[in-house]
């Protein structure tokens, strides 16, 4: 057996003899060089999703966020169908990874493109505040698109805009609980069929799929969590 050093313990100590600045310089170098895999991960990802939707007569770059969500969480639901049954496969092939050669799957593709998108620049016009919580739990609404509100479930491909999970200990909040929309500047609040309901100043239950108007100061009870709208 051969006690010679491995690859790791031999950069280890090659890098515990370098000078601190040295150190640094090698950190940022490398730093950098993550940021460029990201990068060309990232556009790699936008081109497939590109190439799939223009096969369904479908634009990626018009589509909002939540758009882009629902869109690439009926892809991995029908790969997973596929994976279960004899058939075509409804979901065009997708080139193989550049960097490893290993084949891509829906589900890699939405880790990639949610992982490692950079968040994106919008302007805030209004908020939603978590209430009675010791922290400052703050969410910005953007001026456009759509913004869902609900659990985390990663499992699923569920990844609100609004995620209230460590909010709600009792597991009250559905994952696809609710959806704010704008229209103009002015912001509806609506249910999406929940199983605990969505709630309007300790009075109004709304209906799934009815917007309801929000005015500065209004309360949204999601569940058993408590919000209220700044805007």
Not at 24 to 46: G, H, N, P, T, Y
Not at 49 to 76: F, P, S, T, V
Request: net charge negative; aromatic share 6%.
């Amino acid at each position: 057996m051969s006690n010679s050093p491995s690859a790791e313990e031999q950069l280890r100590e090659w890098v515990g003899q370098l000078a601190p600045e040295h150190k640094r310089a090698l950190l940022v170098m490398l730093a950098e060089d993550d940021r460029l895999q990201r990068s060309a991960r990232l556009d790699f990802a936008i081109t497939q999703l590109r190439r799939m939707c223009q096969e369904r007569g479908m634009d990626w770059d018009k589509m909002a966020e939540a758009e882009r969500e629902h869109y690439l969480d009926n892809l991995i639901h029908e790969n997973e169908l596929y994976s279960t049954q004899v058939g075509n496969s409804p979901v065009s092939p997708i080139a193989p990874c550049y960097h490893c050669g290993r084949e891509m799957t829906p589900i890699d593709l939405y880790r990639i493109y949610f992982g490692e998108r950079p968040p994106s620049v919008e302007r805030e016009i209004a908020k939603l505040v978590v209430m009675d919580v010791e922290v400052d739990a703050q969410f910005p609404l953007a001026a456009d698109g759509e913004i869902t509100i609900g659990r985390l479930d990663p499992h699923r491909g569920i990844r609100p805009d609004v995620d209230l999970t460590k909010f709600d200990p009792a597991s009250r909040i559905s994952r696809r609980h609710a959806r704010v929309t704008i229209k103009g500047r002015q912001f509806f609040v609506e249910d999406l069929g929940s199983a605990n309901g969505t709630i309007i100043n300790g009075l109004t239950r709304l209906k799934p799929m009815e917007q309801y108007p929000l005015s500065n100061g209004d309360v949204v009870k999601i569940g058993e969590t408590t919000l209220k709208f700044i805007g």
